[in-house]
């Protein structure tokens, strides 16, 4: 089975992340690359409301 990342797929890219059993199975998987986990992540940052936001909605 081939893993590749999904992020580069709908790119156009194919970037083959690792094979892993069953070697025997010409079957694809999707994960995420580093370059993608990063921009990810920044991403989810950016729009999580910090939890000192919600206490002071909270108490109005």
């Known amino acids: 089975m081939t893993v590749v990342c999904a992020w580069c797929q709908h790119q156009g890219r194919t970037t083959v992340l690792r094979e892993k059993e069953p070697f025997d199975r010409p079957v694809i998987s999707h994960g995420i690359c580093d370059e993608h986990a990063v921009a990810f ?4 940052r950016e729009t999580v409301t910090p939890a000192s936001s919600l206490d002071r909605v909270r108490a109005r």
């Not at 992540?41 to 989810?44: F, I, K, R, S, T």
């Open 41 to 44: 992540l920044a991403e989810v």
